[in-house]
């Protein structure tokens, strides 16, 4: 996928850096190091702190954050729905609280991509709800349809934004959102519907939120045929190692999630061959690197796993920095290793082999 800020190699992992860092002290310059190619940030954080107006000053997020590759920022809509005590949802947007300071904030399709646009990322994600996945069918059927509406008007106020010499990013792309929790019907319905408004990508939303993975899969099964071949898809906040080898056999090319950095944090390190929980005991005087042969900045200078046990179980931030830079070259090397299995044509060899060593346990 061609950007202004560089080309996107699919499928791929999307590194999340939601108040435009990530959390376990990764620079733009680790990122790098770790071949990470995609930054995601987070449309309502930023917002509320330090505000899209202050990073529009500062010359937009690429500038703010000295990142030189694609950034795609979430629409805000999933945070409104989650994290906001207290909502009224209407036809014109959203009107909530801010959980940092409490105050009063309205959000809609048009407040969305305005702050986008003052972030200028590469890549904005349409305003939508993010119904739970085992809500109410008729609560569901209401709410993808106000989502269509919003894409629309989202369409036009990019387009507008676009337009305007102060904009940070005027070739920034929009992707819509497919919605419509597990009903298959409402998501094929969605799915035909958003493919006629000829966007830069799509999405699906409101999956991984309560489901389980089967339903997962079914939904991916039943609703990725009716979404562009030749633009690409985006799994929201998934997923697992499994997930994604699972999701792109399906026709996934975007993934997301905090799974990487909140596991590097806690001391639970990704191999080939199972997750190395690293404050046990048996890791106390074990001199190997967290996985033989990982070219991750960690593995490749020798660092042990008594001396990353130690680490953690000291509270050292060097711990958690480890951790997280280990992790996400994990995920960043996995699709490495996924985007050469389907230019090979072996895909499948390659996925039953992965899935197989996964399952291997603690190594």
Known sequence: MTTVHGVIETPVFMNVATAGAIKGGLSADDLRRIRTQVALCNTYHLHVRPSDALVHRMGGLHQFMRWDRPILTDSGGFQVFSLADLRSIKEEGVTFRSHVDGRKIFMGPEESMQIQSNLGSTIAMAFDECAPALADR?????????????????????????????????????????????????????????????????????????????????????????????????LMGVGTPVNILEAVDRGIDFFDCVYPSRNGRHGNLYTANGTVHIKSARYAEDPRPIEEGCGCPVCRAGYSRAYLRHLYKAQEALGLRMGVMHNLYYYNHLMEQIRDALDQGSFASFKKKALDQMQTGEN
């Open 138 to 234: 008729d609560y569901v059927s209401k709410s993808v349809d106000r989502t269509t509406r919003w894409l629309a008007r989202c369409q036009v106020e990019m387009k507008r934004l676009n337009s305007l010499e102060t904009t940070v990013n005027r070739s920034q792309l929009l992707f819509g959102i497919n919605q419509g929790a597990i009903y298959p019907d409402i998501r094929i319905d969605h799915a035909k519907k958003i493919s006629e408004m000829e966007l830069d990508g799509y999405a699906i939303g409101g999956l991984a939120v309560g489901e389980t993975h089967e339903q997962m899969y079914d939904i991916l099964d039943q609703t990725v045929p009716h979404l562009p071949v030749d633009s690409p898809t985006y």
